[in-house]
């Protein structure tokens, strides 16, 4: 069966870049699904980053566009994250999560695989 | 964009209880609606999605309702294992709604 697991740097420095990566096992990385990224400020919401398909498509949250990008390494089987420019308000747990679209429209889509998440801490 | 509010925030229930939470979305958004439960220091777990069918695995005690713009999860009778929070989810997610114990 499918699973995800998360792994990077806890701690990073405020102006520096996070960089996480999602390894994927059980499975093909080059299957017919997408694959997010979703965080989680402590004691708080969900917030979705971005999405990437294994040809390297990609989709992100307006809100953090600026400063996302979402790769995929085949050969790897793996997928990353690095948001640059991080501050304090960037602090979050991040999770890997398997994209299922099941409509026509962009909106009919949900998450069905998560990793664990991986706590990063923007501090100096 | 598209804003979901869920009500309440926190709810306080006992087991056995029938426990209803809701989603509002500021505008319609057809079926296209997904709930969660997340257990605190865990990953949240996929529950319904299009609004009312319930992801393989998940106990039938769980029913989603809805849509358009008003949607709701429904807990037929609260067990244990339930006492969570839970989102809903479109393009974003709403912020939650914590079900603890009375």
């Known amino acids: 069966q499918v699973q995800l697991q998360e792994s990077g740097p806890g701690l990073v420095k405020p102006s520096g870049t996070l960089s996480l990566t999602c390894a994927v096992s059980?499975?093909?990385?080059?299957?017919?699904?997408?694959w997010s990224w979703v965080r989680q400020p402590p004691g708080k919401g969900l917030e979705w980053i971005g999405e990437?398909?294994?040809?390297?498509?990609?989709n992100y949250n307006p809100s953090l566009k600026s400063r996302v990008t979402i790769s995929v390494d085949k050969s790897k089987n793996q997928f990353s994250l690095k948001l640059s420019s991080v501050t304090a308000a960037d602090t979050a747990v991040y999770y890997c999560?398997?994209?299922?679209?099941?409509?026509?429209?962009?909106?009919?889509?949900?998450?069905?695989?998560w990793g664990r998440g991986t706590l990063v801490t923007v501090s100096s | 964009d598209i804003q979901l509010t869920q009500s309440p925030s926190f709810l306080s229930a006992s087991v056995g209880d029938r426990v209803t939470i809701t989603c509002r979305a500021s505008?319609?958004?057809?079926?296209?609606l997904a709930w969660y439960q997340q257990k605190p220091g865990k990953a949240p777990k996929l529950l319904i999605y299009?609004?009312?069918t319930l992801q393989s695995g998940v106990p039938s005690r769980f029913s989603g309702s809805g849509s358009g713009t008003e949607f709701t999860l429904t807990i037929s009778s609260l067990q244990p294992e339930d006492f969570a929070t839970y989102y809903c989810?479109?393009?974003?997610f709403g912020p939650g709604t914590k079900v603890d114990i009375k």
């Open positions: 990437i398909y294994h040809s390297g498509s990609t």
């Open positions: 059980g499975g093909s990385i080059s299957s017919s699904n997408w």
């Open positions: 989810q479109q393009l974003t």
């Open positions: 505008q319609g958004i057809s079926s296209y």
């Open positions: 299009a609004a009312s």
């Open positions: 999560a398997r994209t299922y679209y099941y409509g026509s429209g962009s909106a009919a889509w949900y998450f069905d695989l």
